[in-house]
């Protein structure tokens, strides 16, 4: 079976990547080169930008695929650009949306498939839903069967499932502040519910997908059985550092929104609601359903992952910054800059001391600032 794999380097896609050569099968990928060091070397590696079509053409040529799994569509435009290329070269074409899409409230209970969508408080879900409606309207007029799946929270080896966390890969950067007794932060008693999936188990359910006619033309929840409450994901963190978890401060959502309006979308519109799903469907979909991988056990891997990768990426200052922001404005404790690593940069100081002192309007007029010297510089 061939399968094709638009991405593939993402924390989701790198687990499925895996779970598909361990099952026999012929993989390729296409993207756009940034992390292809840590692709195994059987797999076909096609280096294009999904977003340049007449380059994506270049290079997969007349290669057709059985199933092609598009991770990097994320507006009709992408999709349509990207579908309509490849429907006449897979079998299956494979979209992953997410469980975001769903419209709630706080008093919502579990979200079926026909819930009602989209999430109009999040801009991300309208525009998945989008997709969704796109691809069942113009994949009836080909051959080519759609899956439309639906993750909520997935993390693995490089990401810690904190609904407000730091960039890709510099995920060290929660530890880092538990470990110097910097406080993390919940919302609203972190009582709202999330349903936590490890990649891992995340693959080994997907694989099962792959030319499996009960999920033609099917949308489906893709997500696991583990729920927590916020509090006790960040606990079990803290167990696991053995720290003292009465330095998780809970703020009210409404006042992260007005301190960090960066987060405004996705914690009023996502993560201070809760997100219990149904997954009937997916059950019924695959024929070896398994969740094996609890939190806990999740969270011993990643912190065992960053420790013998050289912590990745390193610290995402702006994100740590941001949240000493937070924390002095909510209890009046001011933190200031720590050398975590030992092995910081100017930059990094200066990163911090920007995004720690600094409001979100002058951060945007700083942006604004570079962006234009950056387009001077290139037309000289």
């Not at 080519?144 to 960039?167: D, H």
């Amino acid at each position: 079976m061939k399968i094709l794999i638009i991405g593939g380097t993402g924390v989701l896609s790198a687990d499925i990547l895996k779970k598909s050569i361990e099952c026999g099968y012929n993989v390729s990928v296409l993207n756009r080169g940034h992390y292809n060091s840590q692709i195994p070397q059987n797999v076909t590696i096609y280096k294009a930008n999904i977003r340049d079509i007449e380059e994506v053409k270049v290079k997969v040529g007349k290669e057709k695929f059985d199933v092609v799994i598009d991770f990097l569509s994320f507006n009709v435009k992408h999709l349509q650009t990207s579908f309509e290329y490849f429907r006449d070269k897979c079998i299956q074409y494979i979209f992953i949306s997410s469980a975001c899409v769903f419209r709630r409230k706080t008093e919502d209970g579990i979200l079926l498939e026909s819930s009602p969508k989209p999430n109009n408080e999040l801009s991300y879900s309208i525009e998945k839903y989008e997709c969704e409606v796109w691809l069942r309207d113009n994949a009836k007029e080909t051959d080519c069967k759609y899956t439309i799946v639906r993750p909520y929270i997935t993390y693995g080896n490089t990401r810690i499932p904190f609904g407000i966390a730091p960039l890709a890969r510099y995920h060290w950067t929660i530890v880092a502040r538990i470990m110097n007794d910097k406080p993390m932060f919940v919302w609203d008693n972190g009582t709202a519910l999330c349903t936590l999936t490890h990649t891992e188990d995340f693959a080994y359910n997907f694989v099962q997908l792959y030319l499996n006619k009960k999920a033609f033309n099917e949308d489906i929840n893709f997500v696991g059985d583990q729920v927590y409450s916020w509090q006790e994901m960040l606990e079990t963190l803290y167990e696991l550092l053995d720290k003292d978890k009465k330095n998780i401060v809970s703020i009210p959502t409404k006042k992260i929104a007005r301190i960090l309006p960066c987060y405004k979308e996705f914690l009023i519109g996502d993560r201070s609601l809760n997100a219990v799903f149904d997954n009937t469907k997916l059950k019924e979909c695959i024929p070896n359903y398994k969740q094996n991988i609890s939190l806990k056990k999740g969270l011993e891997m990643i912190l065992i992952y960053y420790k013998e990768h050289n912590f990745l990426n390193g610290i995402d200052y702006k994100y740590d910054a941001r949240i000493d922001k937070l924390i002095k404005k909510e209890n009046g404790i001011n933190f200031d800059f720590i050398d975590y690593l030992n092995a910081h940069r100017i930059k990094d100081r200066v990163t911090y001391s920007i995004y720690r002192n600094w409001g979100e309007t002058q951060l945007n007029q700083l942006r604004i600032l570079f962006h234009g010297i950056k387009k001077i510089m290139r037309l000289k």
